[in-house]
């Protein structure tokens, strides 16, 4: 029984055929998956099939790539539909400064905020980060205390230095298919050091579908792929990464 803790069901991808790609999962053995939204229409579209589709918990939040567009009333509505109880988490939220660094104080405050907004409603949150390692890190240390477990490094891509520092602050690690790829021994090497009571996985669908299944959309069913690396990386069977995986989800999401 596998957690897909992090897919973006309401993109155009999965527009057309969204139920058969929920029984592929369900078939792979992937009983859950969180559904993410970026901004206030992906994300309440994401709560409507949340509510929809038992087996789909939704995520809320602001991603940092939509500064400067963001506005006030965006964060309220990200409120109101946060208290919705098929809501599990904030987010994705986080720092990107990949694309240029205009907008980071903006970016810096807007997930400031959502890092208060969750530890208001005591919800974790889904983090994103991409070339703002510094400056991430200091509002991540600055909210850690008392707050466990509190969030997760979604698609994890860091350094074993970078991994060690999350989990000291109560985060969990999360691995996508990046985990598979040919090019990413040294983020096997992460995953051989990170224990597996902090790890979770995620498909990030439609995107980074795993070896064998590089260059098709991404979906939950292949979630398994990635566990086969992880249990090959632990010298665990694949129902134990299955089981701790599923169970630390369930302890951060609160299910």
């Known amino acids: 029984m596998f957690t897909d803790t992090h897919a973006h069901l309401v993109f155009d991808d999965f527009a057309a055929d ?3 790609v929920l029984r592929r999962a369900a078939a792979a053995g992937v009983t859950r998956i969180v559904s993410i939204g970026c901004d206030v229409e992906t994300s309440r579209a994401t709560l409507a099939i949340a509510h929809r589709f038992e087996n789909v918990l939704a995520s809320v939040g602001l991603h940092p790539g939509y500064v400067p567009d963001v506005t006030l009333c965006d964060l309220k509505e990200i409120r109101a539909l946060a ?3 098929n809501v599990v988490a904030i987010g994705e939220t986080g720092l990107d ?4 660094r205009e907008h980071q104080q903006a970016q810096k405050d807007l997930f400031w905020a959502q890092l208060e907004l969750a530890k208001e409603l005591r919800k974790p949150v889904v983090i994103h980060h991409r070339s703002a390692e510094g400056d991430l890190m200091e509002i991540l240390r600055a909210h850690a205390p008392g707050f466990r477990p509190w969030g997760v490094m979604h698609c994890f891509g860091g350094d074993g230095r970078l991994a060690a520092e999350c989990v000291e602050l109560g985060l969990l690690i999360s691995f996508s298919g990046i985990l598979t790829f040919k090019n990413a021994e040294p983020l096997r090497d992460v995953a051989r050091q990170v224990a597996l009571e902090h790890v979770m996985l995620e498909t990030d669908a439609p995107y980074l579908a795993p070896v064998p ?3 098709k ?6 979630l398994p792929a990635t566990a086969a690396v992880l249990a090959e990386l632990k010298g665990v ?6 089981r701790q995986t599923s169970a630390n989800a369930a302890r951060l999401f609160g299910w």
């Open 237 to 242: 069977p694949v129902a134990e990464v299955a």
């Open 83 to 85: 208290a919705d109880p």
């Open 18 to 20: 969204l139920p058969d």
């Open 217 to 222: 959309r991404n979906e939950p069913a292949y």
């Open 213 to 215: 299944h590089r260059g």
């Open 97 to 100: 400064y990949y694309r240029g």
